[in-house]
């Protein structure tokens, strides 16, 4: 209850002086934040819609101005009025009205059914502009090629004169002085009658180029006199509208950073993307807007979610709004009227990205701050609870040790305020145990010791007496087939009880350190299969003998001592299956990391875990009735002397199995050995038995 307790007050003290003051910091300062960026944003944008506006008509301003002076030029009107008297005169010829004015006698020719052909078969050379009017139209289309799409001059019918057209691509402009299209010349009637010192603009139109809007001004016989003054022929502007408006927004950006509010928040907001729109008041049409995808459609269909937007901006409003496109953007616009044209101009601005880093650098603040504040109680607490857990530990440990328990391994953390000390008791109940198994051994070797040397002295004189027999069997020598068994079977024997002698004096050799290995590659496919041969196969059928070998399997090793390896875990798995019979299984193959294995396995009647893992190994340590232990221990040293390993699985009343790994080759001195994978074969019908 204690540790709950405190934990609970450091998560109390962290909530009321750290977390809640941080929030409300932080929530400050991100509507602070965004009320900063939302006011550059409404700046910027309406600067930019009132730098358009401006620049729309001031552009407008300059063509119309253009125009009246090239309609001004005295070879354009000695040009057309001189079409127009000649018009006057062949309508008088048709019967038109004697000292009718110019108009009036083109009138009646086009009432009386003259046509403009008469005109040109009768004096060919009167429409035919001079060099000096179409050099005049050249210099005006060159200067004003960014905007404009086509510029006519009419003659006082009303019909083309000639027409200079964009080209293709935009790459300058071609003269037409016939075969014009109808839809194409088109002027406002009202220049007739209109103010013969202003230009006249036509209602903006719908063309296959986009929004165009013509500029119409008349050619007067006198200029500077009234408004009533004959007009010899009009010349009629096309404004390409969509770059009119692309052109203006390009140059509608402040040119210095004084007039940004703020130098840091200016940096910000360059990385918004900006958009603009242009819309005729009178058709919804889509003048103008930044992806040209948006262009010549109407806006209540093309963009519903702009529709309250732009019905403000129709109805001839100034002003600001907000509209969220269909990708998630929230965007603010700033929205001015075009005087005298009918279209409005919005600049808008990414809203949602201009707050963005305001809104990342606020969470990231307060993630920060939250994140070091947690870390340091969540560190605070774990550092509590690992040292309480580590002492109680300590205690269990060395309570565990003090009653007998030397095996008992204190865990503690490896930081951790009680890491000396339990390392001191887990040191301590190391050497108690090897100390106590030590002077154990150190019993068992003296007995083994005095019986193998009573044993060996037994052995020795057997021997002996085998010998005798041998020589005193010579003497039977003129019987053949008699004498070569005996001499074979006694010679089988001797060789026989010398490895007896040999193999029980192996233990003590290697544990007082007389062994020295003198490996070299050698072929272990032979080896098992010749003891198999002596001690397996002679017990059929009694057990049921399986070997899948290779045809060759090389490991570097001394073949006698692997040899006696071989046939201990042989012989043990025999007498593990005792006289019930049983399956005998041998296996051998190539592991990775330059290993060979070689296994042994029975059905025999198995040992337990605990048997395995504490005295299967040890000397003097059996499960048999007969033997006193020395067997797997020798095997085991002298697999391990080869840079080996001995594995072993077992199951009660399954059987065990025997695994040997060791080296293919000899490792060179400093050379880093990869440890062979060891390989858990289930304990099936084959499965090794009982050990020595």
Not at 48 to 63: D, F, K, T, Y
Not at 94 to 106: D, I, P
Not at 133 to 144: E, G, I, R, T
Not at 239 to 251: G, P, S
């Amino acid at each position: 209850m204690a540790a709950v307790n405190l934990r609970t007050k450091l998560i109390v003290v962290f909530a009321a002086l750290a977390f809640l003051p941080l929030m409300a910091v932080s929530i400050i300062g991100y509507r602070s934040g965004v009320s900063a960026v939302e006011s550059l944003l409404r700046e910027r944008a309406a600067e930019r819609a009132e730098r358009m506006a401006r620049n729309v008509e001031h552009v407008l301003s300059v063509q119309e101005s253009r125009l009246l002076e090239l309609s001004k030029a005295e070879p354009l009107r000695e040009y057309t009025g001189r079409v127009r008297r000649a018009l006057a005169d062949v309508a008088a010829d048709n019967g038109g009205v004697q000292g009718a004015s110019a108009e009036q006698s083109a009138s009646v020719a086009q009432s009386a059914g003259v046509a403009q052909s008469t005109l040109s078969a009768s004096s060919p050379s009167v429409r035919d502009a001079p060099d000096e009017v179409n050099a005049l139209f050249q210099a005006y289309s060159k200067d004003n090629r960014a905007y404009l799409q086509a510029v006519t001059c009419l003659d006082s019918s009303g019909q083309p004169l000639f027409r200079l057209t964009r080209a293709e691509g935009g790459q300058g402009f071609i003269l037409k002085k016939t075969d014009f299209v109808r839809d194409e010349v088109r002027y406002d009637p009202h220049v007739w009658s209109s103010d013969a010192s202003k230009a006249l603009r036509s209602p903006m139109s719908e063309e296959s180029y986009g929004a165009a809007l013509r500029i119409n001004v008349p050619i007067i016989d006198s200029p500077g006199v009234a408004s009533d003054t004959t007009r010899d022929g009009v010349v009629v502007a096309e404004i390409r509208l969509n770059d009119l408006v692309r052109e203006a927004d390009q140059t509608s950006t402040p040119e210095n950073s004084s007039e940004a509010v703020d130098a840091s928040a200016t940096a910000t907001m360059q990385s918004a993307s900006r958009t603009v729109v242009a819309l005729d008041n009178a058709a919804d049409m889509v003048v103008y807007h930044t992806n040209g995808a948006l262009k010549h459609q109407t806006a209540s269909a093309l963009m519903p979610y702009f529709a309250d937007m732009a019905a403000r901006m129709k109805a001839g409003e100034d002003g600001f709004g907000f509209y969220d496109t269909p990708d998630g953007v929230r965007r603010l616009a700033a929205f001015r009227q075009a005087a005298g044209l009918g279209l409005s101009l919005a600049a808008t601005e990414d809203y949602t990205a201009a707050v963005a880093p305001v809104r990342r650098s606020s969470l990231f603040t307060v993630g920060l701050a939250l994140a070091s504040g947690l870390a340091a109680l969540g560190l605070l607490l774990v550092t509590a609870g690992r040292e309480t857990h580590d002492i109680k530990a300590v205690a269990r440990g060395a309570s565990a040790i003090a009653a007998g328990n030397l095996d008992q391994r204190i865990e503690v953390s490896a930081t951790g305020e009680t890491r000396g000390l339990a390392e001191s008791f887990n040191l301590m109940s190391d050497r108690l145990r090897e100390l106590i198994a030590k002077e154990a051994e150190s019993r068992q070797f003296q007995s083994f010791l005095r019986i193998s040397a009573m044993v060996t002295h037994d052995l020795k004189n057997a021997i002996a007496g085998l010998s005798m027999l041998v020589s005193n069997m010579e003497r039977q020598f003129h019987r053949e087939e008699f004498r070569a068994d005996a001499i074979e079977s006694l010679r089988e024997a001797t060789e026989k009880l010398k490895r007896t002698v040999a193999r029980l004096s192996e233990p003590a050799k290697t544990l007082s350190g007389e062994y020295r290995l003198a490996a070299r590659p050698t072929d272990l496919v032979p080896i098992i299969r010749r003891v198999l041969s002596t001690n397996a196969e002679p017990s059929r059928p009694l057990y049921d003998i399986e070997a899948h070998l290779p045809e060759r399997l090389v490991a570097t090793v001394e073949p006698e001592r692997i040899e006696n390896v071989v046939e201990n875990l042989v012989i043990n798995a025999l007498e593990a299956m005792g006289g019930k019979g049983g399956r005998l299984s041998v296996e051998a193959g190539m592991l990775d990391g330059d290993y060979v294995f070689f296994s042994v396995a029975d059905t025999g009647t198995g040992m337990s875990e605990e048997f395995v893992s504490t005295r299967l190994f040890r000397p003097f340590a059996t499960t048999k009735n007969k033997g006193i232990g020395l067997g797997l221990f020798t095997c085991r040293e002298i697999v391990e002397t080869h840079g080996g390993r001995l594995e072993v699985e077992s199951r009660v009343g399954a059987g065990t199995r025997f695994r040997v790994v060791l080296p293919s080759r000899l490792f060179n001195s400093g050379e880093r050995r990869e440890r062979p994978v060891k390989v858990t074969a289930a304990i099936g019908s084959a499965m090794p038995g009982s050990s020595e």
